[in-house]
């Protein structure tokens, strides 16, 4: 009997890609915020506090979605070795 071994990311991996994602993410806010509101500074504003919140949002997601099997290629381990 196989044991199942599922993959998944290491810490440094997920807050890697939280930070990339929310750089993208907040210059997304910032270009809507200024023109909604057509104040540079209240723009930068809003998009510095959204860059921390969602990055832990985000963060907590990710390692969230690692602990459960849902969706994830079961990978069994090799019977030899080459």
């Known amino acids: 009997m196989s044991k199942k071994i599922y993959t998944g990311e ?3 991996r997920s ?5 990339s994602w929310r750089v993208i993410g907040t210059i997304d806010t910032i270009a809507i915020s200024f023109i909604i509101t057509g104040n ?6 809003i998009g510095g506090v959204e860059l921390f919140t969602k990055m832990f949002l ?3 997601h ?3 979605w690692n602990k459960i099997s ?3 290629i079961e990978q069994k381990p090799n019977d030899y070795q080459i």
Not at 40 to 45: D, M
């Open 58 to 60: 985000y963060y907590l």
């Open 15 to 19: 807050i890697i890609k939280a930070a």
């Open 10 to 12: 290491k810490n440094y």
């Open 70 to 72: 849902f969706g994830k």
């Open 62 to 64: 990710e390692r969230g």
């Open 40 to 45: 540079i500074k209240f723009a930068v504003s």
